[in-house]
C-alpha cells in the first residue's frame, strides 16, 4: 500500500502472520516498553466504530485480513 501517494513513493507491505505462539523477547532499547494484546474481530470492530482505532495501516491491514 502507499500511505501518502502523489507525494512520497514509500510503500509499505502487509503480511498476514499464522501459526503464532505467545512469547517473551526482551526489549531491544532500555526504554522501549510493548505490551502485547490480543483482540477478538468484534473487538477491533467497536473500536474502529468509536474511533479509537484509526491509524491508516492498521485499518487497511484489517480490512484486507477481512477479504480474505
Known sequence: MYPSPGILDERLHV???TGLRLGEK??????ERVTLRWFTKKELDALI???KLCDAKTL?????????
Open 49 to 51: 466504530s468509536k474511533g
Open 60 to 68: 487497511c491491514a484489517y480490512l484486507m485480513w477481512g477479504r480474505l
Open 26 to 31: 526482551p526489549p531491544v532499547h532500555e526504554d
Open 15 to 17: 503480511y498476514l502472520a
